[in-house]
């Protein structure tokens, strides 16, 4: 099976090389599970973007009203939730809960992080609600790439 890399100067996710000699496709997967958290509307929004955070920077706090799945093209991620911290790195892939206050944080001082996000939300609600300031104060553990 094929696999990627991750150059370790620019923390980005490397794809050349996928593909051996005169092979004409293929398909890397990076994820495969069953997922129960879709809506069960008739129909459902849709949206793929893409995102980058400056090094040292943070997201706002906010909650996802629907499944999404992110997965990080360059850099270092950590998410951070009550009583918890997650840590991603370049060619990880990785879903967040619906209706969790969270915000993304950048850990690394130079590299800016990429992403991109596969959204799935009923069609009457926006895919993310901003939140305020949590009562509680984040997790500051070390992302274990930067230890």
Do not use: C
């Not at 040292?56 to 951070?80: C, D, E, I, K, P």
């Amino acid at each position: 099976m094929s696999s990627f890399s991750v150059d370790a100067g620019t923390l980005t996710l490397q794809t050349i090389g996928l593909l051996s000699k005169g092979q004409p496709h293929i398909r890397q997967i990076l994820l495969d599970e069953v997922e129960a958290r879709l809506p069960r509307d008739p129909a459902a929004r849709v949206n793929i973007q893409l995102s980058e955070l400056n090094p040292g920077r943070t997201a706002t706090w906010h909650v996802h009203n629907g499944v999404v799945y992110f997965v990080v093209l360059r850099g270092l991620v950590s998410l951070q939730y009550e009583g918890r911290t997650e840590h991603y790195s370049a060619g990880d892939v990785y879903t967040e809960p619906i209706g969790v206050v969270h915000r993304a944080l950048n850990p690394h001082p130079e590299i800016p992080a990429s992403f991109i996000g596969f959204w799935v939300t009923a069609s009457d609600r926006p895919h993310i609600t901003e939140a305020g300031e949590p009562g509680w104060s984040p997790v500051g553990d070390t992302h274990p790439s930067l230890a």
